[in-house]
């Protein structure tokens, strides 16, 4: 009897067992269904979206923890603990600013942290602009660290490792992308960098016999051309001009570089006195090309001081349209003047 008994009470307990093991598996499976329905349904990010901050060394909790508080999501820590297991991504969340636009899903969410696809801010340097414009603009971008200020320009040079050059015309027009964290150093560097690669490049293909003798010279006259005309049809033709009045050793009378001279002093307008008002600037007093750049030159305006329109132009005016009068001679540039500066046409 006593047999039977403990053969039956094993039995009773391998039963028990079962139940126990398949109750687990039901629950397991359910979790799992529950799972993959949470991980593509869109969290609730409104429709203008929203941007989360993980600060180096959040845990996998306080994330979750930090979404749940802006209301992002209601699932409980334990369904996102079970999708981060099964895209096998637990322990590989990035530090860094992350975007929650609409409709976004949990999995999307984890999978751009696990790959670090952290926010890109993009600064804009605009052709034409002077280094200190460009440092003003680089001063407002958002989530960027400013470690230039009160950093005078020798001082922002050498940081970029080349003491004792003058910044003016050294920073590349273009679009540059950057991260929260990044500094404004960070995205000067890469401008520097780039217009020395784009000079670099460019300088060897240029048109032959040039008065030019260094790629500094041609970035030089790239700004003055950049300053005169914003025109793509005319940037070569001014080259152009200003390229034979070197050869003929005239003075190359550009009002751009009289007003990067007056610096603060200018005020929109240039007198007379200014053209007579000696600075290292005044191309209507010295010879030959400026100093330094007198702004920053896109790459089309390099390329135009690199390559001059031919012709015999020797002079140009504007017209008040933004396109400019082109003149072989001074009699016909003063009449040029006359009719679109003076509105006195013949």
């Known amino acids: 009897m006593s047999g039977r008994k403990t053969v039956g009470g094993k039995a009773h307990i391998r039963a028990l067992m079962l139940v126990a093991v398949l109750a687990l598996a039901g629950a397991l499976g359910w979790g799992w269904h529950a799972v993959t329905r949470f ?121 970029l490792g080349a003491p004792g050059m003058a910044p003016e015309g050294w920073f590349l027009p273009e679009t540059y992308a950057y991260v929260k964290g990044d500094t404004d150093l960070d995205v000067l560097r890469r401008a520097h960098q780039a217009m020395q690669k784009t000079l670099a490049a460019l300088w060897p293909k240029r048109a032959k016999d040039l008065p030019l003798k260094t790629p500094y010279d041609a970035l030089i006259l790239a700004s003055i051309v950049e300053k005169e005309t914003g025109r793509a049809d005319e940037r070569a033709r001014i080259a152009g001009v200003f390229v034979r009045r070197l050869e003929k050793h005239m003075l190359l009378q550009t009002d751009p570089s009289v007003i990067y001279g007056m610096g603060a002093k200018y005020h929109g307008d240039i007198r007379r006195v200014d053209l007579t008002t000696d600075t290292p600037y005044n191309t209507y007093m010295h010879p030959g090309l400026t100093p330094t750049p007198i702004a920053l030159p896109g790459t089309p305006a390099i390329v135009a001081a690199l390559h001059p329109a031919a012709g015999t132009a020797l002079y140009f005016v504007a017209r008040g349209d933004g396109t400019h009068a082109f003149a072989d001679t001074l009699k016909e540039q003063d009449r040029n003047v006359d009719c679109y500066q003076l509105k006195r046409c013949r």
């Open 39 to 159: 991980s593509d349904a869109p969290l609730q990010v409104g429709a203008t979206g929203q941007q989360i901050d993980i600060a180096r060394g959040t845990s996998f909790k306080e994330i979750v923890r930090g979404l749940r508080s802006r209301g992002v999501t209601h699932a409980s820590p334990l369904a996102w603990r079970l999708l981060a297991m099964r895209m096998q991504v637990t322990g590989r969340m990035h530090a860094g600013e992350y975007a929650l636009p609409a409709g976004i899903t949990p999995r999307q969410l984890l999978q751009n942290m696990a790959d670090g696809k952290v926010v890109q801010h993009d600064f804009t340097i605009v052709d034409g602009w002077t280094f200190n414009q460009m440092l003003q603009q680089l001063q407002k971008a958002p989530e960027l660290k400013h470690d230039t200020v009160g950093m005078d320009d020798a001082t922002i040079m050498r940081r």
